[in-house]
Every structure is written in structure tokens, then in C-alpha cells.
Nanobody, 121 residues
């Protein structure tokens, strides 16, 4: 299977920056899309940014210009650089990968446990 280890969350003041990382490991043959979702209290989980294997990125409008998604294919790792953070960015951020494994032999979605990002005003 696939294990996802996230890091980089925490508490930051408004206007500050954080960088999230998510490393995938396991019996991975290939990874197509990687990305980040977030869920604020009492709200649905929303997509923040997705990046394809060849680097095409799709960033949600409310964070465009502030957040940047990138990936290192050699390390099976996806990053989310978050700048100019706002209190409304406060949420649990979860990473996501679509991976082909030797066990399942088909692309399957995997999710990280989530990391808390809190932005104080």
C-alpha cells in the first residue's frame, strides 16, 4: 500500500508563511496527480491545489497568487508553499496522491492524515 507522511503545519500570524510537505512511500510504481485539500471546522473538504506528474498545476481561486504547489517526482513528494496567510486559511490540510501500486495494478487515491494550519489575526 501507500503511506503518506505530512509535515509543516502549525500556528502562524496573518501575513506569515508555511510550507507543507507530503512524502509518499510504499509499493509505488507510478504517481499521477498529487495535491492538497483542506477542511475547516463545520465545512466540507475543498480542493486547494492539484499538480500532475508533468507539472501542470491547478490552484483554487481563493489562494491563487498566495499558494504554490510543486512536486519532486524522484522523492514522491508534493509541497504547498503558503504565503500571505489569512485567518480564513485555517483548516486541516490533507495531501492526496493517485498512485499505481504493485499490489493493486491500478491507479488508486490515497490520503494523508492531515496537518493543522492555524492562522491568527
Amino acid at each position: 500500500q501507500v503511506q503518506l507522511v505530512e509535515s509543516g503545519g502549525g500556528l502562524v500570524q496573518a501575513g506569515g508563511s508555511l510550507r507543507l510537505s507530503c512524502a509518499a512511500s510504499g509499493s509505488i510504481l507510478s504517481i499521477s496527480n498529487m495535491g492538497w485539500y483542506r477542511q475547516a471546522p463545520e465545512k466540507q473538504r475543498d480542493q486547494v491545489a492539484i499538480i500532475s506528474r508533468d507539472g501542470n498545476a491547478n490552484v483554487e481561486d481563493s489562494v491563487k497568487g498566495r499558494f504554490t504547489i510543486s512536486r519532486d517526482n524522484a522523492k514522491n513528494t508534493v509541497y504547498l508553499q503558503m504565503n500571505a496567510l489569512k485567518p480564513e486559511d485555517t483548516a486541516v490540510y490533507s495531501c492526496y496522491v493517485r498512485a499505481l501500486t504493485s499490489a493493486l495494478r491500478k491507479y488508486t487515491d490515497y490520503w494523508g492524515q492531515g496537518t493543522q494550519v492555524t492562522v491568527s489575526s
